[in-house]
């Protein structure tokens, strides 16, 4: 795991300064994430849920979020990420399409949950519109490009 | 005691996963209910790592990105018009770097003319970073406590009002925009002098909440900061209306709000110094303060 501290300065860079241009409708991929999805893959439960309060809590201080907000799903989605990936086929694009898909609007879901108990309700409609869906779309195409590079390296060095 | 270490060993996945969880929930209530200093300690350390490498990637990424253009284009070139083609470039690259000088000019004499209107003091800011997430919309500033950012203190841009700061350290502060989805200032509507509270709203633009319902307020009415709450002073241009909505049963009525700033594209903004402010309704939801 020696790349797991670069990894995440790379993800501080990236999400704060580089992904500005890239945004659409004023919307990033959630790098942070896939970050913990790629530790997870790797790690026993108990250390991806410790890898992903990390990354969450230096995701809650480059943010207005209430410091814990990410940290709570991020240790949550590393522990199930952990747990489900010795059952999963993730190795299929479609199938990591639909688990990026669903992990990263389950995340946002929490996300939702949490804000409306500590800081009201906020409307329903454009957090779905303006946050979650296109959050989702975006990281996941983005997650599974960055999980597909194996595969794709390995066709194009076949192919060479 | 050896019972005690086997149940420990056995459940340990469940034990790390409540822990961590449990860990988060008490630092958002912490922060939510009473923002303790080691919420702010934890906020301001992590930020402190991590801000020098925000400012120097913001800093090196416009010559990297030149250089880079330049050595893509030099590896295209044909031989024989070499000599020119590098000519071309080189007065092309001075004149990109004359044009983003005058563009930079013209954006600092309107931030200059804005000061000299204006008998408060100011500190301009280059904007370094934005929000880690799509739930907030903040942005990281290069001046910190150092050159005498304090917390609450508002942040301007030609058009108008940008935001408050929220957070300082040192080298760097973090200012919440007015679109972001707990801010809150006091509106005025200058037309017709009605007041409102202009929020952040999750999709584009702002809200006016808390209308009177019989109020006269039309599409394109300009918003102006109304001064109550005391960390805005009153005046400062917000936006304008954009849409009226009337609900029917509804004790106020509400508008979106088109900023008069362009919050996505800001590279520079003035923080308003000098000026006593306090805490109000226009602190938002109360955390962080």
């Excluded at chain 2, 600092?108 to 408060?120: E, H, P, V």
């Excluded at chain 2, 290069?142 to 942040?155: F, I, K, L, T, W």
């Excluded at chain 2, 319902?213 to 400062?236: H, Y």
Aim: with cysteine; hydrophobic share 50%; proline share 5%.
């Amino acid at each position: 795991m020696s790349w797991f501290l670069p990894g995440l300065l790379l993800c501080v860079i990236a999400q704060a300064v580089l992904l500005g241009p890239l945004s659409l409708m004023e919307i990033r991929p959630d790098l942070f994430l896939l970050l913990v999805i790629l530790v997870s893959r790797r790690s026993s439960p108990e250390a991806a849920t410790i890898l992903g309060f990390l990354i969450g809590l230096c995701q809650d201080a480059l943010s207005g979020a209430p410091l814990g907000l990410h940290a709570f799903t991020d240790s949550l989605m590393g522990f199930v990420v952990a747990r489900l990936s010795r059952h999963l086929y993730t190795d299929k694009p479609f199938a990591l399409l639909w688990f990026l898909l669903g992990g990263s609007a389950a995340a946002s879901g929490i996300r939702l949950a949490l804000l409306t108990f500590f800081l009201g309700p906020p409307p329903l409609l454009p957090a779905l519109l303006w946050v979650i869906i296109p959050e989702a779309l975006y990281t996941a195409a983005v997650g599974l490009l960055i999980l597909s590079l194996p595969q794709i390296r390995a066709a194009l060095t076949r192919t060479v | 005691m050896t019972a005690l270490l086997r149940m420990l060993g056995r459940y340990r996945r469940a034990i790390v996963l409540a822990s961590a969880l449990l860990l988060s929930f008490l630092l958002m209530t912490l922060q939510v209910r009473h923002d303790t200093a080691v919420v702010t300690f934890t906020r301001q350390a992590l930020l402190l790592v991590v801000s020098p490498f925000i400012k120097i990637t913001a800093a090196t990424i416009h010559g990297v990105t030149s250089t880079w253009q330049d050595y893509v284009d030099l590896r295209t070139l044909r031989e024989e018009n070499k000599r020119l083609q590098l000519e071309v470039s080189t007065l092309k690259r001075r004149l990109d770097q004359l044009q983003e000088q005058a563009l930079e000019t013209q954006r600092l004499q309107r931030l200059l003319a804005m000061r000299d209107s204006s008998q408060a003091e100011f500190l301009t800011a280059r904007v370094v970073g934005k929000d880690a997430t799509n739930w907030f919309k903040t942005i990281l500033l290069d001046r910190g406590s150092m050159e005498g950012v304090r917390r609450n203190q508002p942040a301007l841009a030609p058009n108008g009002l940008v935001g408050r700061v929220v957070e300082v350290t040192p080298a760097s502060a973090r200012v919440q925009l007015l679109t972001d989805p707990v801010s809150a200032v006091g509106g005025l509507i200058q037309r017709t002098r009605v007041t409102g509270i202009v929020s952040g709203n999750l999709g584009a633009g702002a809200r006016v909440r808390y209308l009177p319902l019989m109020a006269d307020v039309a599409v394109g009415d300009e918003v102006v900061t109304s001064g109550m709450g005391g960390l805005f002073p009153k005046g400062i241009p917000i936006g304008r209306i954009a849409t009226v909505e009337r609900k029917s049963g509804a004790l106020f009525q509400e508008a979106t709000l088109t900023p008069g700033v362009d919050l996505s594209r800001l590279e520079e903004v003035l923080i308003l110094k000098g000026l006593e402010v306090r805490e109000g309704f226009e602190s938002g939801t109360g955390r962080r303060q």
